[in-house]
T-cell receptor, first 111, second 113 residues
Framework: KQEVTQIPAALSVPEGENLVLNCSFTDSAIYNLQWFRQDPGKGLTSLLLIQSSQREQTSGRLNASLDKSSGRSTLYIAASQPGDSATYLCAVTGATNKLIFGTGTLLAVQP | DGGITQSPKYLFRKEGQNVTLSCEQNLNHDAMYWYRQDPGQGLRLIYYSQIVNDFQKGDIAEGYSVSREKKESFPLTVTSAQKNPTAFYLC????????????FGPGTRLTVL
């Protein structure tokens, strides 16, 4: 059974710092991995989608990498801003064709 | 303005009542999904639909029902059989069901009084 883990559960950094969020999954047979952002009481916003054949995707200050063989993905945020404060979720689509979510990392960027 | 809408934003239910949560999309997506989010837990799949007039149970379907009579709409009914319905409910859609990017609505917070 696929399990997705995100470490750390919470992270606080000063504004301007570069940071890395981690996601690991137990079954490497995935179609893709998706990173989402969730603001308090809101829905999910899709940030990046990495197909299983890709190693990384970039969007602005965000860069996501995927290492299927080791079951790991990282989300790199450059030059963090207070507006980046949110919960970041990763999810994988596997053989069951369903999205399996991690429990998220709560990020606080201090001005 | 394309997107997914959910209504209402907040919903209060008395024990023993059925309630229906609305989800509408104008993205022309074939697949639609319902998830439940509880504090400290990841999102869990309740039901999903790949095409009109077809839907499948997810991981936690007990106490819920859905219909898919139109491509744009995928309402979720929380029945009195759902033992712990207080949660945040999220609807999503994607072009197809296999490995495609999912887009989410703003959510409905259901509270049982």
């Amino acid at each position: 059974k696929q399990e997705v883990t995100q470490i750390p559960a919470a992270l606080s950094v000063p504004e301007g710092e570069n940071l890395v969020l981690n996601c690991s999954f137990t079954d490497s047979a995935i179609y893709n991995l998706q990173w989402f952002r969730q603001d308090p009481g809101k829905g999910l916003t899709s940030l990046l989608l990495i197909q299983s054949s890709q190693r990384e995707q970039t969007s602005g200050r965000l860069n996501a990498s995927l290492d299927k063989s080791s079951g790991r993905s990282t989300l790199y945020i450059a030059a963090s801003q207070p507006g980046d404060s949110a919960t970041y979720l990763c999810a994988v689509t596997g053989a069951t064709n369903k999205l399996i979510f991690g429990t998220g990392t709560l990020l606080a960027v201090q001005p | 303005d394309g997107g997914i809408t959910q209504s209402p934003k907040y919903l209060f239910r008395k024990e023993g009542q059925n309630v229906t949560l609305s989800c509408e999309q104008n993205l022309n997506h074939d697949a639609m999904y319902w998830y439940r989010q509880d504090p400290g837990q990841g999102l869990r799949l309740i039901y999903y639909s790949q095409i009109v007039n077809d839907f499948q149970k997810g991981d936690i379907a007990e106490g819920y029902s859905v219909s898919r009579e139109k491509k744009e709409s995928f309402p979720l009914t929380v029945t009195s059989a759902q033992k712990n319905p207080t949660a945040f409910y999220l609807c999503a859609s994607s072009i197809g069901d296999r490995g495609n990017e999912q887009f989410f609505g703003p959510g409905t917070r259901l509270t049982v009084l």
